[in-house]
DNA sequence: ATTACATTACTGACCGGTCAGTCATTAATT
DNA sequence: AATTAATGACTGACCGGTCAGTAATGTAAT
């Protein structure tokens, strides 16, 4: 006879489901309390196992970063190569709309904490940071390659040095992620992200100088 | 007869001296490891004392850490004030001169790797990020937001929203010292920070749009 | 000068808690 | 009965923090 009370057994056998919800358990704590703060028990019990079994899947810690990184990050990427290959509007649209997606997309999510993550952690993983720099950040970067490049061929941008705008275009998105997952007493991101956002954008487009350039 | 070669005695008494060479010995080793991965046992080594000598001057490792953020990074902020009171040219020259000034203050130093390391241990250490958010985040809003507004009231900004724009204008300082010190397989912060910050003053004040301004 | 005593900056062996990683055992599945 | 997913007690290294002891310096009496 059963239990009544409840029909789940006490161990159960998911070889299947284990890594996804091992994933997602790290993913949640490394991005709240930092990869080095992170006790391997707590993931494992986050995941509803023991820690015995989270080393069935992962051969350590580090490689339970690395694959957090990887399965988090890599889907945003190739959303962001597909929009910019479909996309037909003039290039500040395409700016615009890029940045607004990839808010949607990153900001609402524990992924929004990746950044931080990766830059608290980076020096003491270079493995892991050497990933991140090819698989991720050069994408990223690409991507806003491409949109200016086209922006200047089409005359509407100014011919700006690409690789240094590229940065400074990168730099408010990341640094509100980044606020987003440190320094909780400050409000810097509290102030919702629209107005920053369009602030950014209004900037970028315009310039800080009143209508009739001068320089 | 002393000893011919070497005057230096085993063992020195100089409690003057300790405080200063303790706070560089952190500021260095925290700043290239990590609060977490920094032993305070070589953080004493690298001062050229034993970890009970430590223990004379700062009450914990935390204490060391507040004392490291204090002593280094408000002698800059002091500096930017006086900037600020005494300057008289318009507002994006003031705008421009800070930015550089900033750079040159803090770039070139390993002060350069505090945000990094206050963005990196904020979650776990909240009295120092209180600290910092109240002493260093708020006073260095409150330089740049001094700037915008006497900018917008003489006309020379356009009225931007004041909050937003602050954060958008110091993240790609911060960025810029953030990569410098993670990230190392990344060259992001590799190319020479004059152009970088060239590029962000360039844009700042003229945007990415060609002559004739829409909206 | 030299000796004796007092003060204190400094040392480093040690302790206790923590946590990544292991493995003998248990139990679900075939 | 055999296989293997899952467990959790255990180990050993590590490190923040302690403290009994050591030696450098100061001071005063001889």
Redesign the interface.
Known sequence: MKNTISEVPARQRRKEARPAELLAAALDLFV???F??TKLDDVAAHAGVSKGTLYLYFASKEELFKAVIQQGILPVLDQGDEMLSQFDGDA?ALLETLLKRFWELVGSTHLAGIP?L???????F?EV??Y??ENV?LRGRGLIRAVLER?IAS????A??V???I??I???Q???L?LR??????N?GK?DPE??L???I??????????E?K?
Chains 1, 2 share one sequence.
Not at 203 to 210: E, K, R, S
């Open positions: 709240e309390r930092g080095a703060a500040g931080k990766m830059i608290s952690e980076a020096g003491n270079p940071a050497q991140y720099y950040i922006g005359g509407q941008f100014r700006v040095d690789d240094s705008a940065d400074v990168l730099a408010p990341m640094m509100l980044i997952y440190s320094l909780t007493p400050c810097c102030q107005t920053y369009r602030t950014h209004d900037l970028l487009l315009n310039g800080l100088l009143v209508a350039k320089k």
